[in-house]
Structures are given as C-alpha cells and as structure tokens.
C-alpha cells in the first residue's frame, strides 16, 4: 500500500513535465495583418494543402493559436474555404513553411496586386530556441534606419533586417525606451519616441517598424506572445 501511494506522489509530480512535453510537440502559429489598409477583411481561409480553415487576420494583436500539421507546408490563402488542392485558384497568394519550424508568426501584409487575394504572406520563426521568454524580436519594413535604447539594451536596426534583443530589465516592471530615426539612411537621426514600456519575463514580444501614412516618421508596434507559459 505504501508503494502504491509513493507511485502515485511520483505520477502526480511528473504531470506538469508530461504536460509541457506534450504542448512542445504542437506545431503552432499566431497571425498578424500590420499596416491593413482601411477594409480590409477580418478573416480570410487558410489551406494548407490537405485541409482549409478561417483565420482571423487581427491588426493591432496577434491571432489565437492556431495549430499546424507536421512536415513541409505551402500555405495558400483564400477568400473562400476549398477542398482540395485542386481548386486552388491560380495565383493565390502562398508561402513554404519548412518542416523544421514547430513555431511561426505568420505576417501579412497588403498586396493590391494580387487579383485572387489581395495580400501577401511571410512566415518568422517562433521558436523557443529562436526567441526565449522575455526577448524581443525587431522587424524593420520602413525605408528608415532606427536606433536607440530600450532598457539596457541598445537597438540599431536598417531597412528590411530583423534583430533579436535580450531581455531589457530582469523581472517584471518598467523600463525608459528612446529611440530615433533617419529619414533616408543618412547620419541625421530625429527623435522617433521617448517613453517607458513594461516588461514581462513571462512572455515572448514582436516589435514592427512599420510606415506610418500620417506622418514622415515611422511607427512602432509591439505585440506579447504568451503562446505557451513554460520554456520548452
């Protein structure tokens, strides 16, 4: 009797390990549409070669959870569900998904363009060994170069690169942020923002350099990741 209960106690502790082991073999993606223009759809079907579903396409936040199948992907996406790959309109916009990749943003983006579904799609790793708790992962699609401190690190980051920062402050509170920018890749940088952001050592954060159509300078947008609360 008193094996059975101490092989109980042992089952029980090893249930959170078995969870968290069990939620890092889910292939995963999250779905932002930055920089939408005015009308543009909410939701839109996502195929990915075997099966089709409606994803929402949020603006200012990142989408729920979706999960994806394993091995190589080619995503297409569609104004209407489909059944098979055979009823793929031509020209649907589509990006590969390696088969390595077990977490994705998926970004898109608008492309008048494309006459079948006006919009393009870009695929970031997600992953935990790529971007850990409590990092952030800068993306630049300005023409403008920005540099600056966030906490107590710095950032400089050109047109089109992506760069990864570690933590800015450890645990979780507020830290001052000052960035500037070029307006055309020169060593004139103007003042961008000043302010103090909070951070969280419990999730993951997307930071987008985007053109803002108000203004010269550009905009920043920052976006938390909690898609899963353990480190793999």
């Not at 993606?29 to 579903?53: M, V």
């Not at 088969?99 to 790793?125: A, C, R």
């Not at 906490?151 to 570690?166: D, M, N, T, W």
């Not at 402050?169 to 103090?196: A, H, I």
Request: glycine share 6%; with cysteine.
């Amino acid at each position: 009797m008193r094996l059975s209960f101490l092989y109980l106690l042992l089952l029980l502790a090893f249930i959170p390990y078995m969870a968290v082991g069990q939620e890092g073999d889910t292939r995963t993606c999250r779905i932002l549409y930055h920089s939408a223009p005015a009308g543009a759809p909410k939701t839109l079907h996502l195929f990915d070669g075997e099966s089709c579903f409606e994803a929402e396409l949020p603006k200012m936040n990142l989408s729920k959870v979706y999960t994806l199948r394993k091995g190589p992907l080619k995503l297409r996406m569609l104004s209407e569900t489909i059944a098979d790959a055979q009823a793929v309109p031509e020209g649907a916009p589509s990006v590969e998904v390696p088969e390595d990749l077990q977490h994705i943003y998926l970004l898109v983006s608008h492309d008048p363009k494309n006459k079948v579904t006006p919009v393009k799609m870009e695929v970031i790793n997600a992953s935990y060994e790529e971007i850990k708790l409590g990092e952030m992962l800068w993306i630049n699609y300005t023409k403008s170069t920005v540099s600056g401190t966030i906490g107590s690190r710095e950032l400089f980051i050109k047109p089109a690169e992506q760069v990864l920062i570690k933590e800015p402050v450890k645990g979780r509170k507020g830290y001052p942020v000052k960035m500037n920018y070029s307006v055309s890749n020169d060593d004139v940088f103007l003042p961008l923002t000043e302010s103090r952001w909070r951070h969280d050592p419990g999730s993951r954060f997307l930071a987008l350099i985007v053109e803002d159509d108000r203004r010269k300078s550009p905009r920043i947008i920052t976006f938390s990741d909690y898609r899963i609360q353990k480190k793999e």
